[in-house]
């Protein structure tokens, strides 16, 4: 569905194909989450009006403008009834016809009012850049512009080797007063932005970030005891949230998780045992599921049964969407409320099964 329908956008406005990527993979899928995450979300319209919202500050970075929507909406409308067969009724028509002016009207509007506040685009210089093993850097950006952002929201990227591809990367710091934030960058196979950050990119290389976007930070938390979750470098949104509780006095008392298969992957639990070592209301676990050693065994949804309960706590996630998902899943079987999990909802499953 989603190949049908930027191919008819591409053929009836070809106007917009330079907006887009060569190759289009990766917008697909985009695509299918976030259809799939209004669908999820069209009975709850708080949730629903804030990630139409993201959604329209996001694609100012693209130059989407109003536009844009109409021929959007015909495209799209266009491909549902080509893919729903005899389900696509005139009742069902119309229903789509009505959500997707409701969604485009809030995006617009979210993003009109985002552009009298700050621009669409961050040049930024990388200042930085370390290679930690196992495929990872550490990449520090300097944005040429104030960058205002909160610990523990994500951040698209773009480099200069690959116009039109942006990934999503958070910042592995709380907000500094030189403005520059880390990212924590791991090359997999396929990622080419990705790969180039850790193999590619040099001390000087200007790239391009996104708007801040994310819910996962620190104010969302309601109780003072905190639950922090990071598989992988999943850990960098994590450690953001850690440094703005000391950077805040304190005032929570934090058990963080870190999970890996193998002790050579369970990537930055020195940094982070330094960290606890320097300040009491910090507690740090590793834990490996695929070997033998000495330490805590077991996948982190596992750990966290054993070592629950934690409803008295908020619990931030962050990591594999597999580990996410079935950590949500203990948690909630354990009795924390689902309003106090807190994780960036883009990358997981919606719609699954319970």
């Known amino acids: 569905m989603t190949v049908y329908f930027y191919a008819i956008l591409f053929a009836r406005y070809p106007e917009v194909r330079p907006m887009f990527p060569p190759g289009m993979d990766t917008q697909r899928g985009r695509l299918l989450r976030a259809l799939l995450r209004i669908v ?7 949730n629903l009006a804030r990630f139409c919202g993201h959604l329209g500050r996001d694609h100012r970075k693209f130059g989407a403008l109003r536009e844009h929507f109409p021929a959007v909406g015909e495209c799209l409308l266009a491909s549902l009834a080509r893919y729903a067969g005899p389900a696509w009724t005139q009742d069902i028509a119309a229903a789509w016809t009505k959500a997707y ?13 985002d552009a009298e506040a700050r ?23 300097h944005p040429h512009l104030p960058y205002e952002h909160a610990a523990g929201q994500y951040v698209s990227v773009e480099t200069p080797w690959y116009p039109k591809q942006w990934r999503s990367y958070s910042p592995a710091n709380a907000p500094r007063e030189d403005g ?58 994590i450690r953001a949230l850690i440094e703005e509780v000391a950077r805040r006095g304190g005032r929570h008392q934090v058990d963080l998780f870190l ?22 209301w910090l507690t740090v676990r590793g834990a490996v599921s695929d070997e033998y050693i000495p330490g805590i065994r077991g996948s982190l949804p596992q750990v966290l049964a054993e070592y629950g309960p934690w409803y008295q706590h908020d619990a931030f996630l962050s990591g594999p969407a597999p580990m996410v998902t079935s950590a949500r899943q203990t948690l909630m079987l354990g009795g924390t409320s689902p309003d106090r999990i807190h994780y960036d909802p883009f990358d997981t499953p919606v719609l699954a099964t319970p």
Not at 40 to 46: A, F, G, N, T, W
Not at 119 to 141: D, M, S
Request: aromatic share 2%.
């Open 40 to 46: 999820d979300l069209v009975d709850d319209p708080e």
């Open 119 to 141: 621009p669409a685009v961050w040049p930024a210089t990388i200042v930085h850049l370390v290679p930690c093993g196992h495929g990872i850097a550490e990449v520090t950006l």
């Open 101 to 113: 002016g409701a969604v485009a009207d809030v995006m617009v509007s979210a993003a009109e009012q």
């Open 259 to 280: 999970g890996a298969r193998t002790g050579a992957e369970l990537y930055g639990v020195d940094d982070m045992l330094r960290m606890a070592q320097r300040h009491h």
């Open 180 to 237: 520059t934030l880390t990212f924590h960058v791991r090359a997999v196979p396929g990622g080419s932005v990705s790969k180039a950050l850790v193999h590619q990119a040099a001390v000087g290389d200007v790239v391009h970030l996104g708007a801040p976007m994310g819910d996962m930070v620190l104010d969302a938390a309601v109780h003072s005891d905190l639950l922090c979750v990071a598989g992988g470098t999943g850990l960098a949104p």
